[in-house]
């Protein structure tokens, strides 16, 4: 089911629901208003009668005769009453006044019988409607109905809600069509925005934007769309300069290693000559090797299924750093606050261990490298050179190397996967020089929430 049926059935349940309350409504106050005057006009002449003496109220029923069994008294074929209807009971006995048709009252029910005050009632009677006022005389000795007929107001009710049954039905079917209409210029916006993401996403044109306008729903959602536009086109730009740059990268150990192998297979080399070859040869390929995987670690993101969680970043440093004196001979000191973050711990380790290794390239063999953990903040100092000033915008950024490390082993992406993987974690990345010489390298990160 469309949007566009969805509004239209909405607004026609709508005002179906509001035409069925306000007919109901108009329909009892309608009749609360007809019935009013007749029931008034009833309990005035009921008021009237019971205020008469015997013989008054024979004289106004022209009452003129009793039969032979002293039980019924007899009224005239037509009275001068102006009800339609009328009816006395003299304990047992029974006057009636049938007007023109001949038509008894039904006799009281026990709630009719209410010493205090007349009581009103509505009575089919022979198919005619009827609305009946009691009255009671003389402690029930005397009982007075007063029957009115309620054909007029019948008609008059009829034709009231034939009209509102007609006036719903052709409500509720313009509210349907005005509905559709609305709808229509309702989703419109929701269809130009459809129209514009399925263009970006036939022609790959991510450099399209969904215009914008007004400040409604649709406008939230094209603007939001255009931010997710923002970020992917930003991720294929990264990912391209990531090809260009790994490309690049990749052709400077190729090519030393292209040319060891034509220099084995062209020449004859003496076994010393050969072995140098073969070295630099094997030093190529792990370089090369070292540098996929750290572009496939750049490119994908092999900590995303990793849970997120506290992490105690002194149990971080300490499993590195014991990795890291095996792999490396070298000492590696360590203080903590006990901080503990928000993050994934494996994630973490390989971040922390790229940091390490960068010191531990740039420190001298007998340099003391050191791991500082305050509130969050992992500080790796070494006793370095420390970094050009020209050059520390540019340490996290992928394959940058200095003047002075580009004769060091490496690909120039170890601090890069650092930095992408503290994005990760919403925490920011710092390098600075130590104080007191050296370099410091680090990151800081929020704790747990």
């Given amino acids: 089911m469309t949007i566009r049926t969805r509004i239209a059935l909405v607004s026609a349940t709508a005002v179906a629901v509001a035409v069925v309350l306000i007919s109901v409504f108009t329909f009892v106050g309608a009749r609360r208003q007809i019935m009013s005057p007749i029931d008034e006009s009833l309990l005035v002449r009921a008021e009237i009668v019971e205020t008469l003496r015997p013989q008054a109220l024979f004289a106004v029923f022209g009452i003129e005769r009793i039969d032979d069994r002293r039980d019924r008294i007899v009224p005239p074929a037509v009275g001068d009453f102006d009800a339609s209807y009328y009816q006395v009971i003299f304990g047992g006995g029974v006057v009636v006044n049938a007007g023109a048709e001949d038509l008894v009252l039904p006799g009281p029910s026990p709630d009719d019988l209410d010493p205090t005050e007349p009581t009103l009632r509505s009575e089919w009677v022979d198919g005619v409607h009827l609305r009946i006022a009691t009255t009671v005389r003389n402690d029930g ?15 008059a009710m009829a034709r009231l809600a034939v009209l509102l049954l007609v006036a719903g039905v052709v409500g509720v079917a313009l509210a349907g069509g005005l509905g559709l209409l609305v709808a229509k210029q309702a989703v419109k916006p929701i269809d130009t925005l459809a129209a514009t ?7 790959q044109s991510l450099s399209e934007r969904v215009n914008v306008l007004g400040d409604d729903e649709v406008a939230a959602l094209s603007r939001e769309f255009n931010s997710l536009l923002d970020e992917v086109e930003s991720a294929k730009q990264e990912q391209a300069r990531l090809v260009r740059d790994a490309g690049h990268e990749l052709r400077t150990p190729l090519t030393a290693l292209r040319t060891n192998l034509e220099v084995l297979q ?3 080399v003496g076994t010393a000559e050969r072995a140098e070859i073969l070295s630099a040869a094997h030093g190529e390929v792990e370089e090369l090797a070292l540098l996929v995987a750290e572009v496939v670690d750049l490119a994908s993101d092999r900590y995303e299924e990793e849970a997120v969680g506290p992490v105690a ?5 300490a499993a590195v750093i014991d990795r890291v004196e095996k792999r490396m001979g070298r000492d590696v000191a360590l203080t903590s606050d006990g901080s503990v973050v928000e993050g994934k711990r494996n994630a973490l380790e390989r971040a922390l261990s790229n940091v390490i290794q960068n010191a531990d390239k740039f420190s001298p063999t007998d ?16 006793e370095g050179s420390g970094f050009d000033t020209q050059d ?17 082993p490496g690909s120039g992406l170890g601090l890069s996967i650092v930095k992408q993987i503290i994005d990760d974690h919403h925490g920011e990345v710092f390098a600075r020089n130590g104080p007191n010489g050296g370099g410091e390298v680090g990151f800081v990160l929020a704790g747990p929430s």
Avoid: C, K
């Fill in 392 to 408: 520390l915008p540019y340490v996290f950024e992928r394959f940058y190397r200095s003047d002075t490390a580009r004769s060091e």
């Fill in 197 to 203: 993401v399925g263009s970006i996403a036939e022609n």
């Fill in 141 to 155: 000795d005397v009982v007075l109905q007063i029957g009115r007929t309620l054909t007029e107001a019948d008609t």
């Fill in 313 to 317: 970043l002194d149990d971080v440093a």
């Fill in 367 to 382: 340099g003391e490298i050191s791991v500082v953990i305050s509130e969050g903040t992992v500080t790796v100092s070494d």
């Fill in 266 to 268: 062209r020449h004859e």
